[in-house]
Nanobody, 124 residues
């Protein structure tokens, strides 16, 4: 897998905001599905948001209305804007990419390119 680099994590109080960035390899293809995932200790990895090559997006119900996924193709960078953060959002967050697909299929895609993760901690 080609390395992707996440940044923007940190510690915030409940109700705060963070923006995560994922700067991908220049070899990452623009038509790939991309997404953000998170994993808390003792829990399974959860897909939270996806975006396809056309910019169409999908977010998990647990973050709908609070998180927004976007990308800048020129910078080859993926973003996750997180607002109204809750303690239950605390997790390691990973960016990922997979084969090209339209947005309805992106949640089914097996991602084959993963970042190393950035920690998000939300205190009450």
């Amino acid at each position: 897998q080609v390395q992707k680099v996440e940044s923007g994590g940190g510690s915030v109080q409940s109700g705060g905001s963070l923006r995560l960035s994922c700067e991908a390899s220049v070899y990452t293809r623009s038509r790939s599905c991309m997404g953000w995932f998170r994993q808390a200790p003792g829990k399974e990895r959860e897909g939270v948001a996806y975006i396809d090559s056309d910019g169409s997006t999908s977010v998990a119900d647990s973050v709908k209305g609070r998180f927004t996924i976007s990308k800048d193709n020129a910078k080859n960078t993926l973003y996750l804007q997180m607002n109204s953060l809750k303690p239950e959002d605390t997790a390691m967050y990973y960016c990922a990419a997979g084969p090209s697909a339209s947005i309805q299929y992106c949640p089914r895609v097996l991602m084959d390119l993963w970042g190393q993760g950035t920690q998000v901690t939300v205190s009450s």
